[in-house]
């Protein structure tokens, strides 16, 4: 969207870039090699920036969970795109923005490797009790005194949400020689001759485990129910790298605290940055701080992917990922 030529011209030659996720210095220095930058990681600092150099930005780049309200949308006049800097936008406006006129679009594609790779760590390590075995071993405890624990190897896996992460998942599984399910809105022809489930209850039913990994934007709150939860039974185990949102927390907390589910473990949290208070006191949950999808690699290439689409948009060009 060009700039309104009623408004007063910018203080500066390069477009103003409001940057709202904490970022490294590395990648701030690429972004300032073709912008001038407005910094603003905190809330303090948002609001700061919002009010004061709102009215020239023009670009702004952010994550799924930071998100970009409408009335900042509002106090940015020359404001012509919104980036996500990943894969998820649920808490961009996206009924504003695109009112406005606004270019929008995500990361999708640049860590979904790295999240699929994390997916099926988490998972070996919640059915291996790979935690639990080091604990042990630390206290003294050799593995004669410890119960075996199964494999992954021809088990059934379910996976929620087979996007493009959801493949790379199905892709990791089926080299572990595991059966693979999946739910989705709708059933795909390119799912790895994986088995298509018209529920996510379903699935459940009928898999051993299940990783979460629904694509990122807006989904309803809580599809994983406590019926869904309890349907692998004592022995299966839930793995979420989606959104936090998706699993019911406190029916996760029930279902390990009766027995009705063998373990979970969890990168993402409707709490974030602050841990699931209901899930700390399980040995057999484990926990990881939304790391999901950080690697040098992938943060790099989400970077990349940025300025790519920055130039596009400036060239009046399509952009890679449009939401």
């Known amino acids: 969207m060009s700039a309104n030529p009623s408004m007063p011209a910018p203080t500066s030659s390069r477009r103003k870039l ?59 006049p ?41 997916a ?3 998972l070996l390590a919640s059915v291996r009790a ?8 630390r206290a003294g405890v050799w593995r004669d005194a410890l119960p075996l624990r199964p494999g992954v190897n021809g088990r059934k896996l379910g996976i929620l949400g087979l996007g493009t992460i959801g493949l790379r998942i199905a892709k990791r599984a089926l080299a572990f020689d595991m059966e693979v399910g999946y739910h989705n809105r709708r059933e795909r022809h390119d799912a790895l001759g994986s088995r298509y489930f018209d529920s996510a209850l379903a699935l459940a039913g009928w898999a051993d485990f299940l990783i979460v990994a629904a694509p ?5 709150r809580h599809i994983v129910t ?8 004592p022995q299966g185990h839930v793995v979420n790298i989606a959104r936090g949102s998706l699993v019911d927390r406190a029916a996760l907390a029930a279902a390990l605290a009766a027995g009705e589910l063998g373990g979970a473990a969890l990168d993402v ?35 990349d992917l940025f300025l790519e689409n920055a130039r596009r948009w400036e060239a009046g060009e399509a952009v890679l990922t449009p939401l």
């Open 226 to 233: 406590p019926e869904v939860l309890k349907a692998p039974g």
């Open 216 to 220: 990122g934007g807006p989904a309803p």
């Open 78 to 118: 020359r404001l012509g795109a919104v980036a996500a800097q990943g894969a998820g936008y649920e808490a961009i406006d996206l009924a504003a923005a695109r009112a406005r006129g606004l270019t929008l679009w995500n990361g999708a594609g640049t860590n979904d490797s790295c999240v699929a790779d994390h």
């Open 130 to 137: 790979l935690p639990q075995q080091e604990a042990a071993l």
């Open 269 to 303: 949290y409707e709490s974030e940055p602050k841990p699931p208070e209901a899930l700390l006191g399980f040995p057999n949950v484990i926990l990881t701080p939304h790391i999901a999808g950080w690697s040098p690699e992938s943060v790099q290439a989400t970077v």
């Open 18 to 76: 409001l940057v709202l996720m904490p970022t490294a210095e590395e990648h701030l220095a690429q972004f300032r090699q073709r912008y001038d930058v407005i910094y603003a990681p905190t809330a303090e600092a948002r609001g700061q920036a919002v009010a004061g150099q709102g009215p020239e930005s023009e670009l702004v780049v952010t994550i799924g969970a930071v998100g970009l309200r409408a009335y900042e949308m509002a106090a940015m």
């Open 120 to 122: 099926m760590a988490l």
